[in-house]
């Protein structure tokens, strides 16, 4: 005989009413591991999650990429220090925090290559010496999750 947990149910009841078959819940999960580069950490979190914790990492990464692809600025690069100051995500129970702590690593690693890549002029520095500033409060953030985070 089997036996159902809470997420269980949540996860039928998804495929019966969205139509989502468990194969794409599970690609969706590699896709988003994949995104954030396996750690072991991660893996463990990613596959207790349902399917609308997992949408939402992706979604958030997505999102954040697209913006970063289309308006590498100084705004741009300040908005990603929003998604680890939510209270909301900080005191979740389920380590979304934490997969949004490495989804934010991995945008500001893209984040910094889109810079590199742009000419080297006054504005750059400008933008540059800005970033610096915003890593600087950040670094002095009560929160010891975005001080580590300012710090990398």
Partial sequence: MFSFDGSCIV????????????SEIQ???????AMLDHPQTMTRLVNSYNYPIVMYLMSVYNLELLRLQQCP???TFNKQ???MEDR???VDKN???????AIETKLFSEFCSS??????DKERDKNLEVIAVILLIEFNNPNKNIRKHADT
């Fill in 11 to 22: 996860i039928l009841f998804l495929i019966v009413q969205e139509g989502i078959k468990a």
């Fill in 27 to 33: 690609e969706l999960k590699g896709q988003l591991l």
């Fill in 73 to 75: 600025s100084v705004e």
């Fill in 81 to 83: 220090f929003d998604y």
């Fill in 88 to 90: 909301a995500i900080q």
């Fill in 95 to 101: 380590g979304i925090y934490d997969c949004i702590l």
């Fill in 115 to 120: 810079l590199a890549a742009q000419p080297k």
